[in-house]
């Protein structure tokens, strides 16, 4: 259930001419965010979990506790790596005795998840829990047994779409969204978003439908130059979108109402909560909020940390820190927006050429491979990004608007190249050498601002507005407690005798 808003009247973009200039931040910027799926997701799940998602800087209300998120990464890590391991040609289900697949797949998991620190313990009861049903159900199947080596799968593809396409009224809006697809599967025609959440009432997890329908819409309302250009012919209209758990799968209807309708109110939400341009919008949001401290919202990670938090007597200056706050929350929203938000507005609708001049990407080819580094040969020498920071993302696979990303870290630069050490399954993750033929393809690599950073003051600023005390002897101990009420309440600081 959304909150329902009034769509918006359109999007506000930044003006496409002064994306190319140096841009002077200043003030509250002249544009709308540029959202992320899970931005959204928020949003359509209330929108009180935006206001906590841009102002507080705390993006998790659909994320559950820690065990169930670090519970999930694992779910789909461990899934794309056993599929990546087939299409690549390094495991053969058919060579092994149907009776004995489930043991070598269990080794296989027990060896991955090892590798990312989970101990027998915590690995058995993943297994058992997630793993096991979702392997026996495949071997049932026999979809496990179907997928062939070179067939093209991808897992965790970037899709930017800064003008995605949403009908209203017979007519079209324009947005913008970015995201990852779980898996891509060109050979069955199918988009998987899997989860280790619980059905609801018989239906998907929470809100899942909706994901795998807005990448699935990001995809098919990208112009057709800018997919990679073996994938221009797909007919990614006609792909089955599916939501998949350990137990089952959820074959999504692509033509609901209901998808865009949420969607129209999540985006009327963020662009009210970040412009402020109407006095009441906080008062609406509140009056919106999808659950109350009585009947706490089942899924939402914010109950008890995020909305409703004990009141604690101390400190006692409270609730003039939150009045003192308020206007910080909006500056660092509007410095994320300044980071973050106009970089994503810039690689998505600059071309190629642009950013190399403004130096926001550089582009070269993959020259050598190895686990150990990767070496890219850059077309228009070493750029000044390859100063200061050592972190960067490479387009191992397709375009800045669709394609597969990994994070690299420099080792060496060298006259015209580039030696990096690759992420995360380094450049075997495009799973296929037919469509990933290193030596021709062409890579952006880039930096991403470091936008985090902002948020995580925010989650800073909140956490000190909310930290309390109950006994007035413990309070007047501890020190953070008694330096908040001298800067905002009425405690006298003792000056020194003269
Ligand atoms: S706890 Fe309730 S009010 Fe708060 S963000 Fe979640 S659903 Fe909304």
Redesign the pocket.
Known sequence: MTAERRPLSKWLYPEKKKLGEDIFPAGRPPFDPFPSVTNLLNAA??P??AV?DFLRGNEG?LLGQYDSRNLGELFHGFIAHLKRLIVDGKLDLSASNPGALEGAIQSIFLDYSSKRGFGPSAAGQVWERSIQPWVNRRLLDGSLGLLRKGDHLFFELWIVNPRMELTLDGGVRHYPVYGRADEIDIERQRIIERTVKPPISGGPPLLKDLQVWLLWKALTTLPKKDLPGSWRSVPFERFELMVETPEVDFVIDKASPDFETQLHAAYSWIHDICSFEQPGVMREVYDN???TPQA??RE?S??FT??FPRTFPFPSSRPEMKRIFAPWYRLLLWERMWQGDLWWYQTSMLDSQALVEKGLISRGRIVSSTPEKTEIRLEHGVPQIAGGFDRFEVVVFGTMACGLRTDAKLLEVTDNSLVMKFGGEGVSRAGSAVLFQPSSDSSSVFQRQPEFLTSGSQRGLFKVQKMGLIKPERAASVSQVQLLEAIFGPKRVAGRKR
Do not use: F, I, K, S
Request: net charge neutral.
């Open positions: 799940l209330c009180v979990a906590h209300a909020a999808q659950c706490p919202h939402c914010h109950p995020g909305c």
